[in-house]
Structure formats: C-alpha cells, structure tokens
C-alpha cells in the first residue's frame, strides 16, 4: 500500500462559531500533486492553515506522516497568498528566500554561507538569480510568485502546501511554476495546492479535492473530476455554466 | 557646556535610540497608533506603581505600568475579535478609559504624590539630572541615564537575538507560524519591549511625545531606504539627532525640551518628505515631469516611425500634425536629437537607426509589459523605471 502523507479526521473549523469547515475527512497519499477546488468561501485557505497549525480548529485532528504537524514541521513548506503580505517591506528577493531556511535553524541562531547557497540555487530554479537583490515591491506579481516559491523550494520538504500560486501571474510564469511542481512530484514529494482554474486541473494535477465547507469528494483526477461532482461543489449545473 | 547640560543629553539619546528600534517594527506592522495607545493607558500602572513606591525610576513601577500596556493591547484585540468594531475604534475605546483612570487617581491624590498631569503628559528632561543615583555615598549620574540605559540594553540584545525572527514574522506572519517561530510571541514580546520603552521614556520626555521619538524616525528612515537593517541605523540617527538639536532649540528659546524635540523630528520629516532621493515629494515630481517628455518623446518617434511621407514629417507642420504647442514640440525634438534618435535634412526629420530600434524597443514593452527587454534602456530612461 502506497504511504499516506496526509491524514485529516474529522476537522471542524469556525470564525465566530460559524464554520468553515465542517467535519473534514481527508486522506492524501505520498507523491500526489493535488488541487483543492471549490467556490469562493469554501473553506480551500483554512483547511491548509489548519493543516499548519496556523488556526486552531474547533475539533478534530491532523496528521502528517502519522504525527502531529507540530513534530514534522520540516517536512513541511508552505506558499501563502501572494496578497498576504505587505510587498513594501525593506527588503530583497533574496532575504525572502532565505526566510524558507529560518525554521530548520531554529530560534536565534542566523542563516549563513550554507543557507545563502541554497537560497540562491532555489533562485536560479525559478529563474529569478539576476533578480536578487532587487527591492520587492520592484518585481511584478508573477516574479514575487516566483520568489515566494523559491523560498519554499530552499525548505527542502517533502509536503508542499500552496495557496492560489497562479493568483496574477501571466501565462509564462504560470507554465513555469507548474512545470516545478510536476518536477517535485517526479521527485517523490506531495504538492497540495488551493487552485482556482477548473479548466486547467485535468493537464496540471492528478489528484484533486472537492470542497465546499464539507468535503465532497477527494481522489484521482481521472475518476473524480466529472459533471457530478463539479456540480455538487459547485451548486449549479457545472457543464451548461460552462457552455454559456 | 556644563555636566548636566551633558547629562540631560545623553539622556535624550539614549531615549531616542530605545524608542526607534521598536518603532521601526511597529511603523512596518502598521501599528504606530498602538504606540500611543500604550503611552496614555500605562498612566493608571504609573500611578499605582508611584504609590507603592515612591520613586518614578523604580524598576517595580515600570513593569507594572508595561503590564498596563500590554493589557491595553490584549483589551484592544479582545475588542476587536467580537467583530463588532474595527481596530481603530477599539483602540479609541480602551486607551481613554484607562488613562482616565490614572487622572482620576493622580487628582484623588495629589495633596501627597509629587506627580501632576501636566509632569505625565510631556515630561521633563531639565529636571532629569536632580534625581541621582547614589549607591554607598558615590554619585553614579542621574537614575533616568540608568534606567533608560537599561531598557536600552535589553531592547537591543533582544534586537539582535531575535532579529531574524521579527523579520519574518512582521513580513509573512503565516508563514512565520508554519516555520515555528509564534508571530504571536513575537507580537507580545515587541509590545512588553514598547511598554517598557515608552515608561522609561515617559518620565523624560512624557506620554504625548515617546510617541513621536517612536514613530517620527522611523516614518523618515522608511522614505529613504528600502533595507531593513539601515532603517534601523537610519531611524536611530534621525532620534539622536532630533534629541540633540531639539534640547540646543529648547536652550536657545527658553522652550520646552520634549516639545523642541518633536519639533525637530516633524521638520526633519518634512525635509526628508522633500528632498529624499526616490520617494521624496521632488524627486516624484521631477520624475513625472520626465515621464511625461518621454512618452512624447515616444509619440513622436512612433509618428516618426508610421509616415514614410515627407509634409508629415516636416519641422514646421509636426505641431499640427502631433497637435502640441511649440514649446513641447521644440523640448522633445531637442532631446531626440541630444540622443541621436532623428536626423533633421532639409526640415525634414526622420528616424536613424538607434532611432528605430528605440521605438521598437519601447513598442514591444507597451505591448508585452515585459521587463527584460528594456532592461538596459532602464538606466537612461524614466519612462521604463515603472
């Protein structure tokens, strides 16, 4: 039997006691690159913080490789929304990099040579070296997409957890951010990503979850993905929406 | 000068490098208003503090009013998360009403407390050097120097300890939090430190003014660079400065210290906002003002570029044709031919080959916004420099 890399039980997650997520059951086997898709709302971003154990959910439990995140926090990155952070911040695409290297340092210790080299391999692989001491409010969307895979890329993990990566990027970056995460999964990594373009997910992935405050559905891209199953996340008649 | 005149100026300093290090971080968390939240509600933790121990620079009085503080910010997000009222007003709400309380605590018992309203609200560095520290009969210089050098130790240990972690955690708190490093312990750390600060400041420059020394440095430092380690350098230079001409204003028009400090740190601010070499209120407008010859520049060249025929590209009728006036026309024809973009024979104008390349260049970015093209024209040109 293939390994589980992710295991979720009966998660329940609520803002002012109105849930967001009601009683998720989720399992996500090891080297999937998978899309969670769902409407607006959904719940797609805070299951992944729940996961990360940045908000605490109301009831049930997650485990990564069969442990608490807590205890398997560097095997694990993490890309939030490129909107969740203020790009005017002093600093350099290069010092954002290298952020991806703080938790395997631990408190107080500094990042040094050893940490500098991979940060700046991580940006060669997204194209992005001769940008590296560039201020970065001064690159565009896709090139700060880029930065901020980088940076999960310098960690080294074996889960990656991506939040909309394709968010206002052009084409160009979109083709090489994907062709990325097809290589992590080659490599044997599980790549889960909160994704938005539903014509795009049979080419781009091959496991895909359903979610619309309750799970809906979670399993191959090839046995899942279908009218049905749009059409119950989505709540309208998926395919005439589309014809329109 | 005489030895107080150098104390209450070391004092000044000190106070102004304490209070810039913290203010960076809450300038870049957009929490400059907690500051002065923190600087009123600590009043009822100063007064209490005084009561029980009779001496503005006990240590005990200055953790007790940071605890203030530090409730004053736990009160503000209580508020906040009923989602009823949004930050600005929760803070509107809780610092008056624990301020209030220190008046009315101050007025119940003035008769016996050598502490008045007005000594609270703007401090006084004259005063500073009259309270010494005197340990087995030896005079060690003025308590606030030591207390203030104190705060200031701790805060810049600190800085350095964990300076990595407050960069992450103020840019990306999420990822911040999957990493490991709480931004939540981070958050409460820097306002137990700008608690401390603003009460071992309180007492030399008042409750109104630390927050000036807080944030004004900062505001200015962030005008000027985009490098997070010479915001700080920069913000402390802009606080000792501003200190230290504050007091030399304050001495030469017999004024109020703290009040000629916040002086200072509002001119130079102006200054700064003036004539910084990229953000600056100048050097934005200079730069729309070439901006804007640029895109003419470019106009006329795609003219240029789009007429093989000879009256629409005579000198004399490109106004018409272009429909600007004269002295636009002449501006951009003189800086096409300073970078020899045209040739004029015979009043008629055409393009030459660094010409056409630009136009094609430039035509190519307009069209697919992409940088690397023009990455080399960036330096001569405006227009490109986004």
Redesign the interface.
Known sequence: MEKIAIQVDDLTVAYNYKPVLWDIDLVIPEGVLMAIVGPNGAGKSTLIKSILDIIDPIAGSVAIYGKPYKQQRKLVAYVPQKGSVDWDFPTTALDVVMMGTYGSLGWIKRPGQKEKKASLEALEKVGMLSFKNRQISQLSGGQQQRVFLARALVQNASIYFMDEPFQGVDATTEIAIINILKELRKAGKTVVVVHHDLQTVPEYFDWVTFLNVKKIATGPVKDIFNDDNLTKTYGINYKVAINK | MTAPQIEIQLIAAVVAIACAIPGVFLV?R?MALISDAISHSILPGVVIGFFLTHDLNSPWLILLAAVTGVITVVLVEAIQKT?LVKEDTAIGLVFPALFSIGVILIAKNANDVHLDVDAVLLGELAFAPFDRLIMSGLDLGPKSLWVMGCVLLITLTLLI?????L??S???A????????SPVIMHYGLMSISSVTVVGAFDAVGAILVVALMIAPAATA?LI????K??LVLSILFGVFSALAGYWMAHLLDASISGSMTTVLGVVFLLVYLFAPRKGLIAVMYRQRQQRTEVSLLTFLLHLNNHQEENERHINHLNEHINWQKVRSKTVVDLALKNNMILIDNNVVSLTEKGKEFTELALEYIITNK?ENIEPMKEDFFLFR?
Do not use: H, P, Q, R
């Open positions: 870049l957009k989602g300890l964990f300076f990595k972690e960069k992450v103020t840019f990306d999420g990822l911040s939090s999957a990493l490991g490093i962030y660079t985009s490098n997070l010479k915001l940088d986004g």
